[in-house]
């Protein structure tokens, strides 16, 4: 069956410091990827998606970045982390057709 | 604009009794409809799906109808259970992409 990790879970980060955060999958061929956010009291917001090795979407501009060096590796980076740049993250993945995305339990990112 | 809303924040209902959540779409470039239910501080769960050439869905407890030309998506939970209680999302799926769309979210509460 397949599974998706996502880590790390809690992060602490202050203004300006770096950041990367990884997602893989197990047990499915060429995915889909996606990144998401979610801010305090609101919904899921698109950050990113991926339906290949070095294909990415950027839905949202601002200082973040992603990056696909595997077929099932998934990654969400920032040079320089904002004060807005807190929420929960939250990786997903999906197959082709008519199917749903499966998400990962997500990280709370705090930036302080 | 390819916009999810959910315009109420949160609803309350007995246990037992029927709840039913709602969400508007704003264009008709949309082909594949989902519900997800999350708990705080996991990622969302998928819970029934719905093409756009159909008007219903069943699996169990719970039903998803679409009115296309209301451009309207409801979920209904019969009967509710007290474990139903989470925060619930509508997603709709970009025709013709891999992009998903997120409301903002419905808290159910199912009081015992």
């Known amino acids: 069956s397949q599974t998706i990790h996502q880590w790390p879970a809690t992060l602490v980060q202050p203004v300006g410091s770096p950041l990367s955060l990884e997602c893989t999958v197990e047990g499915t061929s060429n995915p889909n990827l996606y990144w998401y956010r979610q801010a305090a009291g609101r919904g899921l917001q698109l950050l990113f998606y991926s339906v290949g090795i070095g294909q990415i979407s950027s839905e949202v501009p601002q200082n973040l970045s992603a990056s696909r060096p595997q077929d099932r590796q998934f990654i969400l980076s920032s040079k320089k982390l904002l004060l807005s740049d807190s929420g929960f993250y939250l990786c997903?993945?999906?197959?082709?057709?008519?199917?749903?995305?499966?998400f990962g339990n997500g990280t709370r990112l705090t930036v302080t | 604009d390819q916009q999810v809303k959910q315009n109420s924040p949160s609803l309350s209902v007995q246990e037992g009794r029927i709840s039913i959540l709602n969400c508007d779409y704003t264009?008709?470039?949309?082909?594949?409809f989902l519900w997800y239910k999350k708990y705080p501080a996991e990622g969302p769960t998928f819970l029934i799906s719905?093409?756009?050439?159909?008007d219903k869905n069943e699996d169990g407890r719970f039903t998803v109808f679409l009115n296309k030309s209301a451009k309207h998506l409801s979920l209904h939970i019969v009967p509710s259970q007290p474990g139903d209680s989470a925060v619930y999302f509508c997603a709709a799926r970009v025709s013709g992409t891999y992009k998903y769309i997120f409301g903002t979210g419905t808290r159910l509460k199912v009081l015992a």
């Open positions: 997903a993945w999906s197959v082709l057709g008519s199917s749903p995305l499966h």
């Open positions: 264009n008709s470039m949309f082909d594949y």
């Open positions: 719905i093409s756009s050439i159909k």
